[in-house]
Each structure stands twice: as C-alpha cells, then as structure tokens.
C-alpha cells in the first residue's frame, strides 16, 4: 500500500531497539556451537623483552587443556593486514599473530591455549612458562625519536616509520613577511577506547566442505575476510564473516586483531569450533589505543589577526606495530590543520613513529579531532596575541559561504558550507552576550569558581571514499564505493541489503527509511539485512562516518533502479508509453488519466509470477546499486563549552554545551541527536577525563576501570543541540556524516573555555587532559608558584 507521508526528516524510533529492549540481541559472546573449545591468550609482560623460550609441557598437562600453541607451530600465508602504505618508503616490520622472537609492548600475544572450558583455558595460561630476556623500551613519542632511544625494531636502525608531508603556496614567504607569528605546542594524549562489549570471536569449521564460519565483533566483516585470507591462505570463497550485534566499536573494532587469525587457524588445525572472549583488562592493553599526538603549529597574521599562513608538524605514536590504517589515521586530518579559515599558504609533516606501547590505530574521529585542537586552540592564542575576541577572529577567517565545491587552503575541495550561519545559532541559542555579562560579574567579584566559555567552529571530512582518490593520491590499499541490494517480495515487502556494517548508529533505520520514501512503502515494510557476508557480499563497511554519506546513495540508486524496472512493467499493463506514466509515492499512473495506476507491491507480484512481463525484462524485481562517490562530505558547526572552574583545586565542570551541526540533508533528527550529544560527552570526557599512562618501564598504569577515568552522566551537562542544513554536492541525497562531530568538535571547546577562565590569572595553556591537578598545576604555573 502506497504512502503519501514521507519518512525522511521524520523522527521515527529505531527500528531495531525491540530487539535491545526485550534482551533478544544476540553478541558474539552469546553465541555457543556443539563442540566448541576456548581459547585464551598468554601475554608478555614485558614492554620489550627477547623470547628465549616457550614452554607448554605444563599447559598441555592442565585438565581440560586440549592444545597450546607458540609462534613456531603457525605457518602463516602473510602477516595481518596493514593497509595503508602512507609514502613509498614506510618502514612495515610484518606482525603475525604471535610474537616469535621478540614481544615488543606490554600485552603482545606470545602463546594461545585451547582448552574445553575458558577456566581451564585461563589455567592453562598461567601454566605456560616463557623464558624472557627484557630489553630497553621506550613509550614517549618525542623520546622515541631522540638519538640514541632504544628501538622498537632493531632491524630498522631507527624508531620512524614514515614522513608525510604536503605544502601549498610559498610558506616561508608567508611566514617571513608576516608581522605576526605564534607558535604553539600541544600534546594530545593516547586513549583506550573501552567500547561496551569487548570483542569477541567465535570460528566454526565445515571440515567435509572446507568452510570456515566466524563471528566477530567488528565494524568490518568485509575488511576482515579478505584480511583473513591474506593471512592464512585460505580463500575467501570458504570464509564467511558474520558480525552480529556489536556493542560499540569507535575504531577499535576497525582491525584485524591476532586473535582473529588464530582462531581461524587454531579451528582448522583441530577441526572443532573455536571461541575467545576479551576481558576487560585485555582490552586495556590488547585491543587498539587512539591518539596520541605531539603537535608544534604556527600561524602567520596580519596585526589585525588574518591568518595567511599555517605550519605544522606531528609526531604520531603507531605503538609497537602499523596496524590496518595506522599510518593514514594522522593523515586523515592533515588537510584540516587550517579548519574553516582562509590563508595563502600551508604546510604539514607527520611522522609516524615506533613505540613499547599498545598499537595506536583508529579511534572515533580518527585524525580530525587532532586536527581541530590544533587550529581551534591556536586560533584562541591568535586571539590573544592580536587582542581580539574569539567569536570575532574566527568571523574574519572563515571561508565566505558557498554552496559548489570550493578548494581550502589545506587543499581540500570542499562540498558546500556556511561556518558563520552554524556560529551564529550557537551563539544565539547559549545568550552568549549574558554569559559574558556574568561571567564579568564573577571576576570583579573576586568569586573562586570563574567561568569559561571556549569555541570550536570545526570542520571535517569524512564519508569515506572515492576509491579514485583514496588509492592514488593517499595510497590506501583498499576502496571507498559501497553497495546495496533491494528485493521486493511478491507480497510487497522489501528487504535492503547493504554492504554498511552498522553497530549502534541507528543504520537500520536510516536506510529503511531512504527505501520506504523511494519506493512509496511504509517504514514498516522495509527490513534492512547486514553484516554477514553470505547475505551481503559485498561491500566495505561502517567507519568514517561513511554509513549515511556512503551507504545511503547506494540504497537509493538501487531502488530508483527498482522503479525503473517497475516502470516498465507498469507501462505494459497499462498500455501506454513509460513516459506517459508519473510516479509520485510508490504509485504510477496514467498521465490525465490518474484512476489507472500501478503500484510497486503490486508490480512486484505481477514480477513474481512473470505471466505478463514486456519482451526483455526478466522475472523478479530486484535490483543493485554500487556508490562510488566523487568527494568526501564535509560536515561542520559551531559548538560553544561553558565550564565553571574553582580557582583553588582546579576542578572543573561544564555547566552548559551547545553545539550546532551542519551535516546537510537529515535523514532522522533523533537519531542525529543521539550521535551528536555521544560524540560530544566522548569529547567532553577526552579533554577533561581520559588518558592512557604508561611508566618508564613500558608499564601501563591505567589498565582498569580503577584508574581510567570515565565520566558518568550525573558529572555531565544535558547537550543542547541544534542544526543547520547546507546540502552536500558530492551525492544527490545531500547527505554529509554526524558519527565523529562531537568527538571532533568538543574537546577544543571545552579546553578553550577552561584557558578563557583562568586567563585572568594569567593562564595560557592547560595541559591534557584537563584533571583538576592539572588545571592546578597550570594556575600555579602561571603565577610562579611551581608544584
């Protein structure tokens, strides 16, 4: 039955939240097989250490242990997949699975234990004895690349792996001539990412037939079966990957992790099901960290504060090892160095260095929340140095409004934007000239807690894609399209299928209702199936905020393809020519003529049965599309942080964030909403709460939910939010990404409103996170009052 209510814009519940609500979710760690064994992983100790020995006797004689296995019993057909070969001259060590002679971070994987509980797995594990000769570590980036630092990989002769680098214009010119130039140095500190479930594996062997079934919790079961396949030999025709409900991913299920690879292997060695839970400690130190950045930028400006030109250089902590897009995470926000602002010219150098640490890879904005701390922090210092307010120097640099692509300085051609409509909202919506006002108020009161109100007009790519550009000018190995299929059942039901690997972001929904609106179904009527690469073959997954800006033009392109076939078929049962036929709400009808009329439900049964199809269209009405896009998308907006800080221990508390978001066409406000205000508290706790501490020795001091702060929601603000639309030219949807901007926007805004209360007291910079021992540490600082 025909709608004539659009579903777009509308903000109906999920879909799939049923599901969640009645406890009928399935994860992988919910899922059991008959015969399944456990596995569980022996872990060095040791920052850096040399492997003298493995011994399993021990192990092997645990009750309950059925096999134990070191580096040496794996034949591997090549290593994981590192996919993103930033220069020509990186330096790659290949990693496997287990560490051979050297385990080179505190957690690396040096033996697995299969055993036919995960108890007796674990005892196992202890039961292992490993013979370890420790050796010198390092875990600071900037140390890292000192003379005389202790290698990661001695057979490299060095700790750098890579040099990117990219100028436009004449910078030293720029940066000669300019009257004004501030230097700024920023240190953004690595994170764990600690998504709800751990990850999880389960692999199931087909010994008669060769194939092999696994469940992960990963964003990527496309990714991953190719990546597996690489690895142990075994093709991919034989592999089929299954994600099932995943709680959460932020990046650190973006990988291909050893114990994927083991599984898999471990599976065909003893012919039986395999499975391997994570604990949370694991995940402190096995699952991939994000971050960790030493920043050095300088702007070039008029004595009015027009900046002319940018320079930057990044070191980049990798860890140990280059993990899947290790290398290009950093590149990912090299472009935005200059954000929304003009210049005449720019540079960037990022080197991508070797550490004893945890693997860094992608994590929740990936580069562009890097990028924008940089130059929304720098562009408050500017502020200060040329004596403007913040809202009026970020007025006087913003690229004019435009809705054709348009390159920025950072050489980016940019979709369309309206930074100053985005700032004016948010300034609009959170009384900034009565915030001012009290905030006055309360330093000529002397007050111990002062305000702080901090600004960050952002803008970031994302939309991962196009394959063209992603594998010339960025050499990344892998491609940007995405695909979608539509069936339309005889009985008018349609199923969506989707090479997008939602995980949480309300993905069902969203497409569901781009295919109800295209086909003029009801919501209701449209499932959406993903995630297993049996029933999606193809595809290239959910990461970049790429679900909506990717995922949804293949779905309308597929269903368009649909109403064309329908078309054609309505035309013949008519009688009349395709053209004298409109479609308006899933519904053709005779032009002049509305009362003859066909509807896609019923065209799909006359489909179906084929009993009166026109010469040359085939039975069924089912259609792909794939989507290559010619541009990434470029959300951007406003978001303004006010926080109260106590001038005498430096605890500090946002009391009120407001952010406006531009991410062009909006497929379901709610939704929007729900990635925005998770983005920002994520944000939020990256700049005040989080950071990953290791020792001298390589030790990782904030391995728990002891010591890893998190903030809870009774320490955060309710986020008010707001939104622009400026529609996208790079897809006919319009559609930009929401999934990163809060992470991407917030942590500059909250750390330049703690900078805006202090600096009264002569405070110009606040080192991450912003803890109140560190936030005292910089007001005594400032007053020459030391520790």
């Not at 509308?10 to 879909?15: D, Q, V």
């Not at 220069?87 to 040096?110: C, M, Q, S």
């Not at 999880?200 to 194939?211: C, D, F, K, R």
């Amino acid at each position: 039955m025909a709608t004539t209510e659009k579903f777009v814009g509308r903000s109906i519940l999920r879909k799939e939240d049923p599901e969640f609500l009645t406890g009928r979710a399935r994860y992988t760690d919910d899922l059991s097989v008959p015969g399944m064994l456990w596995m569980a992983m022996v872990r060095s100790p040791y920052a850096h250490a040399r492997i003298k020995g493995v011994d399993l006797s021990k192990a092997l004689a645990t009750e309950g242990v059925v096999a134990a296995y070191s580096a040496s019993d794996f034949e591997w057909a090549g290593p994981l997949l590192m996919a993103w070969p930033v220069t020509d001259d990186i330096k790659n060590p290949p990693h496997f699975p287990l560490a051979a002679e050297e385990a080179r971070y505190a957690g690396d994987a040096v033996a697995v234990v299969v055993a036919e509980s995960r108890g007796a797995a674990e005892d196992g594990v202890e039961n292992v004895e490993v013979d370890y000769e420790p050796l010198p570590t390092v875990t600071d980036v900037a140390a890292a690349v000192e003379d005389g630092a202790p290698l990661v990989h001695a057979d490299l002769g060095t700790n750098r792996s890579y040099t990117w680098a990219n100028t436009i214009g004449d910078v030293d010119k720029v940066f000669a001539e300019a009257p004004v130039v501030i230097k700024e140095r920023y240190r953004v500190q690595r994170q764990v990412p600690n998504a709800m479930e751990p990850r999880a594996i389960l692999v199931e062997p087909n010994m008669a037939s060769g194939q092999f079934t696994m469940w992960s919790s990963t964003q990527i079961p496309h990714v991953l079966r190719t990546a597996m396949a690489i690895a142990t030999g075994i093709s991919e025709s034989k592999l089929r990957i299954v994600a099932p409900r995943v709680g959460g991913g932020f990046g650190s299920k973006l990988q291909v992790y050893p114990e994927e690879a083991l599984a898999l292997a471990i599976a065909g060695k003893l012919g039986r099901p395999i499975k391997w839970t994570e604990t949370r400690s694991e995940n402190f130190v096995a699952t991939h960290h994000g971050r960790d950045q030493v920043q050095e930028i300088e702007l070039a400006a008029d004595n009015e504060g027009k900046i002319r030109g940018y320079r930057t250089k990044v070191l980049a902590n990798m860890g140990a090892y280059l993990r899947i897009i290790a290398p290009g995470t950093p590149v990912l926000g090299a472009f935005l160095y200059c954000g929304a602002y003009e210049g005449e010219a720019y540079h960037i150098e990022i080197t991508g260095v070797f550490t004893n640490t945890t693997p860094v890879d992608a994590y929740r904005g990936a580069g562009r929340p890097e990028a924008s701390q940089a130059i929304e922090r720098a562009i408050d210092a500017l502020a200060r140095r040329v004596g403007k307010d913040v809202v009026e120097i970020r007025r006087m640099n913003f690229m004019p409004p435009f809705t054709e692509a348009t390159q920025s300085i950072g050489g980016l051609m940019i979709d369309s934007g309206n930074y100053p409509a985005t700032l004016d909202s948010a300034l609009e919506m959170i009384d900034y000239e009565q915030i001012r006002k009290e905030q006055q108020a309360r330093r000529d009161a002397g007050d111990r807690k002062q305000l702080g109100i901090g600004f960050s007009t952002y803008l970031e790519n994302c939309g991962w894609g196009p394959s063209r550009i992603i594998g010339g000018v960025l050499k990344y190995a892998g491609g940007g399209w995405e695909a979608a299929t539509i069936r339309c059942h005889p009985t008018g039901k349609v199923v969506v299928i989707t090479g997008a690997t939602p995980h949480g972001q309300g993905g069902e929904t969203a497409y569901a209702q781009i295919a109800a609106d295209e086909l003029g179904l009801p919501v209701e009527d449209v499932e959406v199936l993903f995630g297993d690469t049996d029933i999606s073959p193809s595809g290239w997954d959910t990461y970049g905020s790429r679900g909506a800006a990717v995922g949804s033009p293949a779905i309308a392109m597929a269903a368009r393809k649909v109403v064309a076939k329908a078309r054609k078929i309505a035309a013949h049962e008519l009688e009349v020519a395709e053209e004298d036929l409109g479609y308006e709400d899933g519904t053709f009808s005779v032009k002049g003529a509305p009362d003859q009329s066909r509807t896609i439900p019923a065209i799909a049964f006359s489909a179906w049965t084929g009993h009166d199809l026109p010469p040359g269209v085939e039975p069924g009405l089912e259609e792909s599309a794939f989507f290559d896009p010619e541009n990434l998308v470029f959300p951007f907006g406003a978001h303004i942080c006010v926080v109260e800080v106590d001038t005498e221990t430096g605890d500090t508390q946002v009391v009120k964030y407001v952010a406006v978001d531009d991410i062009g066409t909006v497929i379901n406000p709610m939704l929007v909403e729900g990635q925005v205000v998770g983005g920002v508290i994520q944000g939020i706790a990256e700049a005040l709460y989080e950071e990953a501490v290791y020792d001298e020795n390589g030790q990782l001091m904030t391995s728990t939910m002891a010591n890893y702060a998190i903030p809870a929601a009774t320490e955060l603000p309710s986020i008010v939010t707001g939104s622009h639309v400026t529609a996208s030219t790079t897809n006919e949807l319009g559609i930009k990404g929401v999934g990163e901007t809060g992470t991407i926007a917030a942590p500059p805004a909250v750390l330049n409103a703690v900078v805006d209360a202090l600096s009264p007291l002569g405070v110009t910079q606040i080192e991450r996170p912003a803890t109140s021992e560190n936030v005292w540490r910089a007001i005594r600082d400032a007053q020459g009052g030391g520790a």
